[in-house]
Protein backbone atom coordinates (compact mmCIF):
# COMPACT_ATOMS: atom_id res chain seq x y z
CA UNK A 1 0.00 0.00 0.00
CA UNK A 2 2.72 2.53 0.71
CA UNK A 3 4.31 1.80 -2.74
CA UNK A 4 1.43 2.66 -4.62
CA UNK A 5 1.06 5.76 -2.18
CA UNK A 6 4.78 6.80 -2.96
CA UNK A 7 3.69 6.19 -6.67
CA UNK A 8 0.86 8.62 -6.74
CA UNK A 9 2.81 11.23 -5.12
CA UNK A 10 5.63 11.18 -7.19
CA UNK A 11 3.46 11.35 -10.46
CA UNK A 12 1.45 13.80 -8.94
CA UNK A 13 4.80 15.92 -7.93
CA UNK A 14 6.20 15.06 -11.89
CA UNK A 15 2.78 16.08 -13.31
CA UNK A 16 2.64 19.40 -11.26
CA UNK A 17 6.46 20.45 -11.84
CA UNK A 18 5.86 19.81 -15.89
CA UNK A 19 2.83 22.38 -15.67
CA UNK A 20 4.97 24.88 -13.89
CA UNK A 21 7.62 24.60 -16.64
CA UNK A 22 5.13 25.32 -19.49
CA UNK A 23 4.09 27.95 -17.63
CA UNK A 24 7.59 29.70 -17.40
CA UNK A 25 8.40 29.12 -20.76
CA UNK A 26 7.85 32.11 -22.88
CA UNK A 27 6.14 30.51 -26.16
CA UNK A 28 6.52 32.24 -29.37
CA UNK A 29 4.01 34.66 -29.90
CA UNK A 30 2.24 34.57 -32.81
CA UNK A 31 2.60 37.60 -35.40
CA UNK A 32 -0.85 38.02 -35.96
CA UNK A 33 -1.54 37.82 -32.60
CA UNK A 34 0.51 41.00 -31.93
CA UNK A 35 -1.22 42.54 -35.20
CA UNK A 36 -4.69 42.21 -33.74
CA UNK A 37 -3.33 43.85 -30.37
CA UNK A 38 -2.18 46.84 -32.25
CA UNK A 39 -5.56 46.97 -34.17
CA UNK A 40 -7.32 46.97 -30.31
CA UNK A 41 -4.77 49.76 -28.96
CA UNK A 42 -5.21 51.94 -32.01
CA UNK A 43 -8.92 51.84 -31.87
CA UNK A 44 -8.59 52.48 -27.96
CA UNK A 45 -6.49 55.73 -29.07
CA UNK A 46 -8.80 56.80 -31.17
CA UNK A 47 -11.92 56.00 -28.94
CA UNK A 48 -9.72 58.37 -26.36
CA UNK A 49 -8.98 61.03 -29.09
CA UNK A 50 -5.41 60.54 -28.35
CA UNK A 51 -5.09 59.69 -32.24
CA UNK A 52 -6.49 60.81 -35.01
CA UNK A 53 -8.77 58.37 -37.24
CA UNK A 54 -6.34 58.92 -40.47
CA UNK A 55 -3.59 58.16 -38.20
CA UNK A 56 -4.98 54.39 -37.47
CA UNK A 57 -3.42 52.25 -40.29
CA UNK A 58 -3.02 48.66 -38.61
CA UNK A 59 -6.85 47.65 -38.93
CA UNK A 60 -6.13 48.82 -42.76
CA UNK A 61 -2.47 47.02 -43.44
CA UNK A 62 -4.20 43.58 -41.61
CA UNK A 63 -7.80 43.19 -42.64
CA UNK A 64 -9.86 40.27 -40.52
CA UNK A 65 -9.18 38.38 -43.68
CA UNK A 66 -5.62 38.67 -44.34
CA UNK A 67 -5.28 37.87 -40.25
CA UNK A 68 -7.39 34.72 -40.63
CA UNK A 69 -5.12 33.27 -43.52
CA UNK A 70 -2.09 34.37 -41.37
CA UNK A 71 -3.29 32.00 -39.16
CA UNK A 72 -4.16 28.89 -41.03
CA UNK A 73 -0.36 29.31 -42.12
CA UNK A 74 0.60 29.34 -38.73
CA UNK A 75 -1.84 26.60 -37.91
CA UNK A 76 0.03 24.18 -40.47
CA UNK A 77 3.36 25.02 -39.53
CA UNK A 78 3.13 24.72 -35.65
CA UNK A 79 1.43 21.42 -36.73
CA UNK A 80 5.03 20.30 -38.63
CA UNK A 81 6.87 21.18 -35.92
CA UNK A 82 5.36 19.78 -33.35
CA UNK A 83 4.85 16.54 -35.51
CA UNK A 84 9.14 16.32 -36.02
CA UNK A 85 9.56 13.59 -34.57
CA UNK A 86 13.11 13.29 -36.03
CA UNK A 87 14.78 16.47 -35.86
CA UNK A 88 17.37 16.02 -38.54
CA UNK A 89 18.41 18.59 -40.63
CA UNK A 90 16.63 17.54 -43.66
CA UNK A 91 13.29 17.27 -41.59
CA UNK A 92 14.07 20.96 -40.10
CA UNK A 93 14.60 22.78 -43.53
CA UNK A 94 11.72 20.86 -45.30
CA UNK A 95 9.37 22.55 -42.61
CA UNK A 96 11.13 25.98 -42.93
CA UNK A 97 10.63 25.83 -46.93
CA UNK A 98 6.92 24.59 -45.92
CA UNK A 99 6.18 28.10 -43.82
CA UNK A 100 8.03 30.32 -46.50
CA UNK A 101 6.68 28.68 -49.44
CA UNK A 102 2.92 29.13 -47.97
CA UNK A 103 3.92 32.99 -46.92
CA UNK A 104 5.00 33.43 -50.04
CA UNK A 105 1.80 32.23 -51.79
CA UNK A 106 -0.08 34.11 -48.72
CA UNK A 107 1.91 37.26 -50.03
CA UNK A 108 1.15 36.56 -53.57
CA UNK A 109 -2.48 36.32 -53.41
CA UNK A 110 -2.77 39.80 -51.87
CA UNK A 111 -0.19 41.47 -54.85
CA UNK A 112 2.56 41.14 -52.31
CA UNK A 113 1.26 44.00 -50.45
CA UNK A 114 0.98 41.26 -47.21
CA UNK A 115 4.50 41.01 -46.04
CA UNK A 116 6.28 44.63 -45.93
CA UNK A 117 9.72 44.66 -43.89
CA UNK A 118 8.26 45.20 -40.61
CA UNK A 119 6.34 41.82 -41.32
CA UNK A 120 9.01 39.99 -42.58
CA UNK A 121 11.22 40.84 -39.57
CA UNK A 122 8.85 39.25 -37.15
CA UNK A 123 7.84 36.54 -39.29
CA UNK A 124 11.35 35.60 -39.27
CA UNK A 125 11.61 35.79 -35.74
CA UNK A 126 8.39 33.75 -35.41
CA UNK A 127 9.50 30.45 -37.57
CA UNK A 128 12.60 30.86 -35.68
CA UNK A 129 11.61 30.76 -32.06
CA UNK A 130 8.68 28.13 -32.83
CA UNK A 131 11.44 25.86 -34.35
CA UNK A 132 14.04 26.47 -31.39
CA UNK A 133 11.06 25.89 -28.97
CA UNK A 134 10.87 22.41 -29.90
CA UNK A 135 14.64 21.72 -29.06
CA UNK A 136 15.87 22.49 -32.63
CA UNK A 137 19.63 24.40 -32.49
CA UNK A 138 19.52 26.27 -35.44
CA UNK A 139 22.65 27.84 -34.63
CA UNK A 140 24.26 24.42 -35.19
CA UNK A 141 21.99 23.58 -38.08
CA UNK A 142 22.94 26.91 -39.53
CA UNK A 143 26.73 25.97 -39.31
CA UNK A 144 26.70 23.11 -41.03
CA UNK A 145 25.09 24.11 -43.64
CA UNK A 146 27.29 27.57 -44.13
CA UNK A 147 24.49 29.89 -43.15
CA UNK A 148 23.76 32.53 -40.76
CA UNK A 149 21.36 31.47 -38.59
CA UNK A 150 19.15 34.96 -39.55
CA UNK A 151 19.44 33.79 -43.35
CA UNK A 152 18.00 30.45 -43.16
CA UNK A 153 14.54 31.71 -44.83
CA UNK A 154 16.23 33.60 -47.82
CA UNK A 155 16.43 30.51 -50.22
CA UNK A 156 13.06 30.16 -50.53
CA UNK A 157 11.67 33.55 -49.54
CA UNK A 158 9.99 36.02 -51.96
CA UNK A 159 8.66 38.39 -49.49
Known amino acids: ?9 QAFWNRSW ?17 WREGIAEEARLVASGALEQD ?8 PPDLLQR ?16 VKSDT ?15 LNDEYDSDAIATGER ?3 CEYIDRTISESGVDLDALSARHGLV ?3 LTDEWRTW
Open 18 to 34: RQMRLRWVELAKRPSSE
Open 1 to 9: MQRAESRDV
Open 91 to 105: NVLAVIQAVVSMLNM
Open 55 to 62: FAVTAKLF
Open 121 to 123: DVL
Open 70 to 85: FDDVFDAFERNVSELT
Open 149 to 151: RDD
